[in-house]
């Protein structure tokens, strides 16, 4: 298998907050990444799966959350000055 299946679902996973979540979410296990591709459309191998993994291991929970919109950040209250 080349790495122009793991390229295209980077590409889709960039474009998509919500199969970047659901990915995230099984990184601790490239089985489960591999079938999950499948069901997808993506044909990946383990090693693929690995790589992939890889590209979320340096971010924490709350940073993958955030990254999925997971958060909200109002801005912040006007000061009585007017700013």
Same mark, same amino acid.
């Given at each position: 298998? =080349?790495? =122009?299946?793991?390229?295209?679902?980077? %590409?889709?996973?960039? +474009? =998509?907050? &919500?199969?970047? %979540? #659901?990915? $995230?979410?099984?990184?601790?296990?490239?089985? $489960?990444?591999?079938?999950? $591709?499948?069901?997808? +459309?993506?044909? !990946? %191998?383990?090693? #693929?799966?690995?790589?992939?993994?890889?590209?979320?291991? +340096?971010? =924490?929970?709350?940073? !993958? #959350? #955030? &990254? $999925?919109? +997971?958060?909200?950040?109002?801005?912040?209250?006007? %000061?009585?000055?007017?700013?």
């Amino acid at each position: 298998m =080349s790495n =122009s299946e793991l390229r295209r679902l980077r %590409t889709d996973v960039a +474009g =998509s907050e &919500a199969l970047e %979540t #659901e990915l $995230a979410r099984l990184r601790e296990n490239p089985d $489960a990444v591999v079938r999950l $591709a499948a069901e997808k +459309g993506y044909q !990946l %191998t383990r090693q #693929e799966a690995e790589e992939l993994i890889q590209s979320f291991d +340096g971010l =924490s929970d709350d940073e !993958l #959350e #955030e &990254a $999925a919109g +997971g958060a909200w950040n109002d801005p912040p209250p006007p %000061t009585p000055n007017g700013g």
